[in-house]
T-cell receptor
Framework: GQQVMQIPQYQHVQEGEDFTTYCNSS?????IQWYKQRPGGHPVFLIQ?????EVKKQKRLTFQFGEAKKNSSLHITATQTTDVGTYFC??????FGAGTRLTVKP | GAGVSQSPSNKVTEKGKDVELRCDPI?????LYWYRQSLGQGLEFLIY????????KSGLPSDRFSAERTGGSVSTLTIQRTQQEDSAVYLC???????????????FGPGTRLTVL
């Protein structure tokens, strides 16, 4: 089945630094979704990307979908302590990446 | 409206016992998903229901696991003869299905934390 690989597994940053997580698929994705899970919480939908080369922004978060629709990235500018959590990507067939756990040092 | 609800929130059972976990999806959502998440790990897909179609059971780890969805709404995940490695948080999600920005977004319930002693 479709495999979605996500890197890095962990990322620790100083508050104010940028953060990026990458998602790669072995096959072309019809779309990709991103979720955030706060510690002790459940995943919450952030965004869905559908078009090749698509870039979407949500305040300090920038999401990209690769031209070949096989990879995607989430970039956070100037991290804040409220960004702490695990970020997951997911292909349409319910296969989630392993997630990137972000910790932010104030 | 109400979100996805799951019950119980916590379940402690003894090895070998059967357990049933319940999920109430958002009203009108045709798709329902079950996932398993072990401590500090990612989401492991278990099963997917969509409307009247045959469910996608490809993620169920063994024949001890089964799920049903009655009337296109409530779903029950059953684990028979539980083992210690079944201990995890079981998450349920629901969504609309289709094309467009409002579709396919999964709304997750709070999960059921299962502990098998």
């Amino acid at each position: 089945g479709q495999q979605v690989m996500q890197i890095p597994q962990y990322q620790h940053v100083q508050e104010g630094e940028d953060f990026t997580t990458y998602c790669n698929s072995s096959t072309t994705l019809s779309n990709i979704q991103w979720y955030k899970q706060r510690p002790g919480g459940h995943p919450v939908f952030l965004i869905q990307l559908v078009k090749s080369g698509e870039v979407k922004k949500q305040k300090r978060l920038t999401f990209q979908f690769g031209e070949a629709k096989k990879n995607s990235s989430l970039h956070i500018t100037a991290t804040q302590t409220t960004d702490v959590g695990t970020y997951f990507c997911a292909g349409l067939n319910m296969r989630f990446g392993a997630g990137t756990r972000l910790t932010v040092k104030p | 409206g109400a979100g996805v609800s799951q019950s119980p929130s916590n379940k402690v059972t003894e090895k070998g016992k059967d357990v049933e976990l319940r999920c109430d999806p958002i009203s009108g959502h045709t798709a329902l998903y079950w996932y398993r998440q072990s401590l500090g790990q990612g989401l492991e897909f278990l099963i997917y229901f969509q409307g009247n179609s045959a469910p996608d059971k490809s993620g169920l780890p063994s024949d001890r696991f089964s799920a049903e969805r009655t009337g296109g709404s409530v779903s029950t995940l059953t684990i028979q003869r539980t083992q210690q490695e079944d201990s995890a948080v079981y998450l349920c999600a629901s969504s609309l299905v289709g094309r467009g920005p409002s579709y396919n977004e999964q709304f997750f319930g709070p999960g059921t934390r299962l502990t098998v002693l």
